[in-house]
């Protein structure tokens, strides 16, 4: 116990001795607007332990040479009040300096010596005290007139306490008394205002940083409070939306920007992204953003009052543009070949039913079969680029209808027995009930399970394909997977399965036909249901499982 006290009065001691030093020396730092009453507070008290200790030792030399004893009971009381002053505002405004406590046990050791002692001259206490209560109480400019009053005021008290112990007038204590107090007042205000010129310039120069690096961001910075109310609104903001901050100030931010949250803003602890956000600007434009909302987090002593969260505005219109023009590309491109293709596989079609097929060689029907067999695999990368399009553009739409889900997962695996068959492959189904209801567009949710079970058998040798649906209660969800023997997949490709035009290895894909479109094809649909999809695998050649969910429909 005894070390630990000795450790923390060491530590005391040891910051004191810093604050000091920093005051000296005016080198106060200061990182945030938040700082300066802090360090105002601060330089106070610290300017308080330098006065009281030199006023100390000044009145001991004086007592010990010129024998005088004064004891005014007021000057004792006023540094009772003076010292559980300090107490009281450290505990009122959470101020954690050393100084504080500092002062107040100084106070506390004056008050026992004199009680004790008999060191009982009022100077010890008042004259180091009148500059600190004064500047507290006064503030900055009322204190310095207050620290006057008091001056007067108590040298006085100092003169009659005199006059009624020894009978006599002495005006020399007097004058020592109010030029020792109008000096100490004095060098004070200086020490005070050195400091607070100091700081304020100090912090000046941060806020005028701090600004420059904020106007020259490119991206908008808008800080609203839990009311949705603009409590800043940077020059970024100014370009990407086209209001000045004087325009927008203390208005809502639903007259600029729509969030469409899910939540309660003021329920938000975490960050949200989203993306590609469609705005009007000031001149009724249409622009694009990239919105991150976070909550803004303040340390405990600055967190107080309402929360407020902060905006970042990233302007991708020129980027969406791009975007476009490369899915219209892509589109046109796709429904020009359409047509030649369609054209290409209907004439082979009708070619391969008719007398003339016949009359061909075993080697001419083959070069023809696989000249069918190209036209439908680029027919078929056609219309996937069409899906990827349409998808990626936004105007992919579902024709939603309640189905029994069990009804049309069966319909489609009986129709995929026979692709399955061709490689010598089991393709089974499983379920749990016969009564799950699913709010689906049926033409494009069988497209998932086609592609699916087509990866499937395309990267399966040996075995076979099974599927298996059923519900989840707790999360309201219907599952459905598609579990396989085949190849696997290795762990570090299972993030990438599911991007456009992955592959997985050059091995595996030996022999088989794909565009690489299937499973982000299949994964926007999923999630255009408002379902998930995900993929694992135990390891290479150790098969692999694909399941999806969607939301039950209210019939299940």
């Known amino acids: 116990m005894i070390e630990m006290m000795l450790q923390s009065l060491s530590q005391l001691f040891s910051d004191t001795l810093r604050s000091i030093k920093n005051l000296i020396r005016s080198d106060i730092a200061i990182k945030s607007p938040e700082d300066l009453e802090y360090q105002q507070r601060a330089i106070v008290m610290n300017f308080t332990i330098v006065l009281s200790i030199v006023v100390a030792i000044i009145w001991f030399v004086f007592e010990i040479t010129f024998r005088q004893r004064l004891i005014p009971l007021i000057a004792q009381i006023f540094g009772i009040i003076g010292g559980s002053f300090f107490l009281w505002w450290q505990k009122k405004s959470s101020l954690h300096d050393s100084a504080t406590v500092f002062v107040a046990l100084f106070c506390s050791i004056l008050i026992m010596l004199t009680l004790f002692l008999q060191l009982s001259n009022p100077t010890i206490f008042w004259l180091f005290l009148i500059p600190p209560v004064s500047f507290f109480i006064g503030g900055e400019r009322n204190g310095i007139v207050w620290s006057c009053i008091v001056v007067v005021l108590f040298s006085f008290l100092s003169l009659f306490a005199y006059l009624g112990l020894v009978g006599n007038p002495t005006t020399l204590i007097f004058i020592i008394d109010f030029l020792t107090s109008f000096i100490i007042v004095v060098v004070f205000t200086f020490f005070y205002e050195r400091t607070r010129h100091n700081v304020q310039t100090s912090l ?28 800043m609104f940077s020059r970024g903001a100014e370009r990407i939306l086209g209001w000045s901050q004087d325009e927008v100030l203390d208005t809502k931010l639903e007259a600029y920007i729509t969030l469409d949250l899910t939540q309660d803003i003021s329920k938000l602890h975490t960050s949200i992204t989203k993306e590609a956000v469609e705005l009007k600007n000031k001149n009724q434009e249409t622009i694009y953003t990239n919105l991150i909302i976070s909550p803004i987090v303040l340390s405990p002593e600055h967190n107080e009052g309402d929360a407020h969260f902060i905006i970042t505005v990233q302007d991708v219109t020129q980027a969406s543009e791009l975007v476009r023009m490369k899915l219209d590309f892509v589109s046109m491109a796709a429904h020009e070949l359409r047509t030649p293709l369609t054209s290409i596989i209907g004439y082979l079609s009708v070619f391969m039913k008719n007398d003339a097929w016949m009359s061909l060689t075993d080697d001419d029907k083959l070069l023809l079969e696989r000249v069918k067999l190209s036209a439908d695999q680029l027919s078929a990368l056609m219309e996937n680029l069409l899906m990827v399009s349409k998808i990626e553009g936004g105007s992919k739409t579902l024709n939603l209808q309640t189905t029994n889900w069990v009804t049309l997962l069966r319909e ?28 689906v567009d049926p033409m494009r ?84 249901h408002g379902g998930t999809i995900s993929i694992s695998s135990d390891g290479e050649e150790k098969g692999s499982t694909v399941t999806f969910t969607l939301p039950l429909d209210t019939k299940t």
């Open 204 to 231: 000046r120069a941060t806020v005028h940083r701090d600004q420059t690096v904020l106007d020259t961001i490119q991206d908008g910075i808008i800080v609203i409070d839990q009311e949705m109310h603009i409590r």
């Open 412 to 439: 489609r695996v009986d129709e995929l027995k026979h692709l399955a068959g061709t490689k010598g492959l089991t393709l089974t189904f499983y379920t749990p009930s016969e009564d799950i209801f699913v709010n």
């Open 445 to 528: 949710i069988a497209e998932v399970i086609n592609n699916l079970v087509s990866n499937a058998v395309k990267y399966t040798d040996k075995g076979g394909i099974r599927i298996t649906t059923g519900i989840d209660l707790k999360n309201h969800t219907v599952y459905t997977s598609c579990t396989d023997t085949g190849h696997g997949i290795a762990k570090k490709a299972i993030p990438h399965m599911f991007e456009k035009f992955y592959k997985v290895n050059s091995s595996l894909e030996q022999g088989t036909t794909g565009t690489g479109l299937g499973l982000f094809i299949s994964k926007s649909i999923v999630e255009l």
